[in-house]
């Protein structure tokens, strides 16, 4: 358990973050703020192989982020409660022996005790990957977001993540990825979805990843080739194709979960931001608290893991083709939370 302290936009006699499965008890009688975090789900990994000189490809998706249940209770000094914290999706991993191990969903968040309603907020689904080596098109769907039930606040579905394809046609454009970003949390409603991704035209080998979902916004949608796209912001949504382009690490600012704001560091992306989508280098960007992590993509010479998401938010799919030679690993979705603001005593 952390004891942050107090923020700004609202008085709180104390902000409590229970970052870790156990027992609480307020040190007051008093009026808090509560609410649960499901977990992010793991991100797909895929790679093609061994690839067919006539077309196909590989894709991935990114997780779900997991819901967000929130209540305002009257908690007692005397009482016990109980935080159940969800576990962040495993990734998916394509290692260079073609063998492929399936992501998982985020697991669920609870806080229950005597005289409340239990608040659940559900774990956010995996991601999927598939490939392919016919001409076509070739798709993945993307990854639901979590349920939220018991709070008398709010009860948001987590965000969706973006289906992922491509479009290949026989040996002019073959061997082509795609990958999506992971879902964000939901603060005021559903969460946002990260944005779809199509691989299409351009030339053989070519590959896309699109951006995570941010608190604040959807990642833009990508149809074309050889692109990448900006992770959603904390206070809107992405709206360019190029890489960090939609909330930068070091200058993002967005509304914190509870109470005040807080400012993004350097090297550490901003606070509610999407991870970008990253292309021809080794890890994906992490999303920002609540925030899905950023896609990656690449071919036979590139090999990498995709973006973390921040808590709740979905993992990073990552996707790689042109035969067995390269491994790519999908991001592991945030862990869950509970969060207790105490107002008054």
């Given at each position: 358990?952390?004891?942050?302290?107090?923020?700004?936009?609202?008085?709180?006699?104390?902000?409590?973050?229970?970052?870790?499965?156990?027992?609480?008890?307020?040190?007051?009688?008093?009026?808090?703020?509560?609410?649960?975090?499901?977990?992010?789900?793991?991100?797909?990994?895929?790679?093609?192989?061994?690839?067919?000189?006539?077309?196909?490809?590989?894709?991935?998706?990114?997780?779900?982020?997991?819901?967000?249940?929130?209540?305002?209770?009257?908690?007692?000094?005397?009482?016990?409660?109980?935080?159940?914290?969800?576990?962040?999706?495993?990734?998916?991993?394509?290692?260079?022996?073609?063998?492929?191990?399936?992501?998982?969903?985020?697991?669920?968040?609870?806080?229950?005790?005597?005289?409340?309603?239990?608040?659940?907020?559900?774990?956010?689904?995996?991601?999927?990957?598939?490939?392919?080596?016919a001409t076509g098109t070739l798709t993945s769907a993307g990854a639901?977001?979590?349920?939220?039930?018991?709070?008398?606040?709010?009860?948001?579905?987590?965000?969706?993540?973006?289906?992922?394809?491509?479009?290949?046609?026989?040996?002019?454009?073959?061997?082509?990825?795609?990958?999506?970003?992971?879902?964000?949390?939901?603060?005021?409603?559903?969460?946002?979805?990260?944005?779809?991704?199509?691989?299409?035209?351009?030339?053989?080998?070519?590959?896309?990843?699109?951006?995570?979902?941010?608190?604040?916004?959807?990642?833009?949608?990508?149809?074309?080739?050889?692109?990448?796209?900006?992770?959603?912001?904390?206070?809107?949504?992405?709206?360019?194709?190029?890489?960090?382009?939609?909330?930068?690490?070091?200058?993002?600012?967005?509304?914190?979960?509870?109470?005040?704001?807080?400012?993004?560091?350097?090297?550490?992306?901003?606070?509610?931001?999407?991870?970008?989508?990253?292309?021809?280098?080794?890890?994906?960007?992490?999303?920002?608290?609540?925030?899905?992590?950023?896609?990656?993509?690449?071919?036979?010479?590139?090999?990498?893991?995709?973006?973390?998401?921040?808590?709740?938010?979905?993992?990073?799919?990552?996707?790689?083709?042109?035969?067995?030679?390269?491994?790519?690993?999908?991001?592991?979705?945030?862990?869950?939370?509970?969060?207790?603001?105490?107002?008054?005593?």
């Amino acid at each position: 358990m952390a004891v942050l302290g107090a923020g700004g936009g609202q008085s709180l006699v104390r902000l409590v973050v229970l970052s870790s499965s156990g027992s609480f008890s307020p040190p007051w009688d008093c009026k808090a703020i509560v609410t649960a975090i499901g977990a992010g789900g793991g991100g797909a990994s895929q790679e093609q192989g061994p690839y067919d000189v006539n077309g196909g490809g590989a894709v991935a998706t990114g997780g779900g982020a997991g819901g967000f249940s929130q209540s305002l209770l009257d908690l007692k000094s005397a009482t016990t409660y109980t935080a159940t914290l969800g576990a962040g999706g495993t990734g998916g991993d394509s290692p260079v022996d073609g063998s492929n191990t399936n992501p998982t969903a985020g697991g669920n968040t609870t806080f229950s005790g005597s005289g409340i309603t239990t608040l659940t907020a559900n774990g956010g689904a995996a991601g999927n990957h598939s490939e392919g080596d016919a001409t076509g098109t070739l798709t993945s769907a993307g990854a639901s977001g979590g349920s939220a039930s018991g709070g008398t606040l709010q009860n948001n579905t987590g965000g969706a993540s973006g289906a992922a394809s491509v479009t290949t046609a026989s040996s002019s454009i073959k061997n082509c990825a795609a990958a999506t970003g992971g879902g964000a949390i939901g603060l005021r409603g559903t969460g946002f979805a990260s944005g779809t991704v199509h691989q299409t035209g351009g030339s053989s080998y070519d590959h896309c990843a699109g951006g995570g979902a941010g608190t604040g916004g959807v990642s833009e949608n990508i149809s074309g080739a050889d692109d990448s796209g900006g992770g959603g912001g904390a206070t809107g949504p992405s709206t360019s194709n190029s890489e960090l382009k939609a909330i930068t690490p070091g200058n993002a600012t967005g509304a914190f979960i509870m109470d005040g704001t807080m400012t993004g560091s350097a090297g550490v992306q901003g606070v509610g931001a999407g991870g970008a989508g990253i292309r021809n280098s080794g890890t994906g960007s992490k999303g920002g608290f609540g925030a899905g992590g950023g896609g990656m993509s690449g071919n036979a010479t590139i090999s990498g893991s995709a973006g973390t998401g921040g808590i709740g938010g979905g993992g990073g799919g990552s996707a790689t083709s042109k035969d067995q030679s390269v491994a790519c690993v999908g991001g592991k979705g945030g862990s869950g939370i509970v969060i207790v603001e105490i107002l008054t005593i």
